[in-house]
């Protein structure tokens, strides 16, 4: 079974960055879409990024093209979000999700379409 952790979020000021990890283990062979979803409090999960696991196609959600970047590293069973240019609007838990099946990057915003999550981890930006 597909295990993700995320690493990397903490408190950063307005303006600042950060890169997000997401270790996985148990098997990546059958993955073929990873996403970023985050949510924040009192919200609904919202969809922040997808990459094609051994494509490299990427999609971004409109507030955070420019700012964010989305990559993976297959060798390492890893994917990174690096977020530039944070705003106060950016806080939020952010979750990695993965999707297995070649179906699932057609819904790759929709996070009822991905199969395995991790636990989140909370990035607090202030102004």
Same mark, same amino acid.
């Not at 490299?56 to 409109?62: I, M, N, Q, R």
């Not at 705003?87 to 099946?101: F, I």
């Given at each position: 079974q597909v295990q993700m952790v995320e690493? #990397? #979020?903490g408190l950063v000021? @307005?303006?600042g960055s950060l890169r997000l990890s997401c270790a996985i283990s148990g098997g990546s062979s059958g993955i073929y879409t990873m996403g970023w979803f985050r949510q @924040?409090? !009192?919200k609904e999960r919202e969809f922040v990024a997808a990459i094609i696991w051994r494509g !490299?196609?990427?999609?971004?959600?409109?507030s955070v093209k420019g700012r964010f970047t989305i990559s993976r590293d297959n060798a390492k069973e890893m994917v990174y979000l690096i977020m530039n240019s944070l705003?106060?609007?950016?806080?939020?838990?952010?979750?990695? @999700? @993965? #999707?297995?099946?070649r179906y699932t990057w057609a819904f790759r915003r929709e996070s009822s379409k991905y199969d395995y999550w991790g636990q989140g981890t909370t990035v607090t930006v202030s102004s």
């Open positions: 690493s #990397g #979020g000021q @307005a303006g @924040a409090p !009192g !490299g196609t990427t999609d971004y959600v409109d705003k106060p609007e950016d806080t939020s838990v952010y979750y990695c @999700a @993965a #999707g297995l099946g």
